[in-house]
């Protein structure tokens, strides 16, 4: 496939089918992901994947969680969306009403998604040292892009969501991350249901000329 179709044909999957990744992909998957630019070379970034009974088991856990009214605590502080630019809250408002938009006012089935994993058959958790610089986030974010382009090439869908990392005590639980290391980013893979409406959803994208200053 030529990159410009892997790049396009990316977008965030909210609905997958059970059908399992092998484990030889899922390993080609993060090997080529490693071929992403590091700092200095320093190669930080750690990934822990959840597959099969251990997934359904993380789900289940998530579940009792929403049950119990727990609010998600991750390990990086999230902060509201007002305390974002101007520029990022407006795109935000228009995320949401396109969705609603799509979905025909069905938002539920939007916030249910997050709610049960989006049905991934597989999880992935990048993570970083306590202890790292705040420039080792820029390597985690071009490890992880380029997992999500490498796995578009093999026709497997992905979203990078906050929901999946929101109970990190749940997920140490079940995968051996220590806490000399914090949960940085979780992301959803699996086989896209091209049933259901909303892995239709494409969000917009800001011009190109709004973000871009090109002097000759």
């Keep these: 496939m030529e990159f410009n179709d892997v790049l396009h044909k990316r977008h965030s999957t909210r609905r997958f089918t059970d059908q399992q990744i092998k484990t030889n992909t899922l390993r080609e998957i993060i090997r080529d992901a490693q071929r992403a630019p590091s700092w200095l070379d320093a190669q930080e970034t750690r990934v822990y994947i959840a597959t099969g009974e251990t997934t359904k088991i993380i789900r289940k856990a998530y579940e009792d969680c929403a049950k119990d009214c727990l609010i998600g605590v991750s390990d ?11 520029d990022a809250q407006r795109n935000m408002d228009q995320f949401s009403r396109d969705m609603e938009t799509h ?3 069905k938002i539920d089935d939007f916030v249910h998604a997050q709610d049960d ?6 999880l992935v ?3 970083l040292p306590k202890n790292a610089t705040k420039w080792a986030i820029m390597d985690l974010g071009a490890f992880q892009q380029t997992l999500l382009l490498s796995a578009a090439s093999r026709g497997i869908g992905s979203i990078v969501a906050y929901s999946i990392i929101k109970h990190p005590d749940v997920i140490r639980k079940y995968l051996p991350i220590p806490d000399t290391e914090d949960i940085a980013a979780g992301i959803a893979l699996g ?5 259901h409406r909303i892995n239709s959803f494409h969000a917009q994208r800001m011009p190109l000329d709004s973000i871009l200053v090109l002097k000759k």
Excluded: N
């Design 76 to 86: 990086y502080t999230v902060v509201h969306r007002t305390e974002w630019s101007q």
């Design 103 to 105: 979905l025909g006012g």
């Design 117 to 122: 994993l989006f049905f991934a058959p597989t």
């Design 125 to 127: 958790f990048l993570t």
């Design 191 to 195: 086989y896209e249901d091209k049933a």
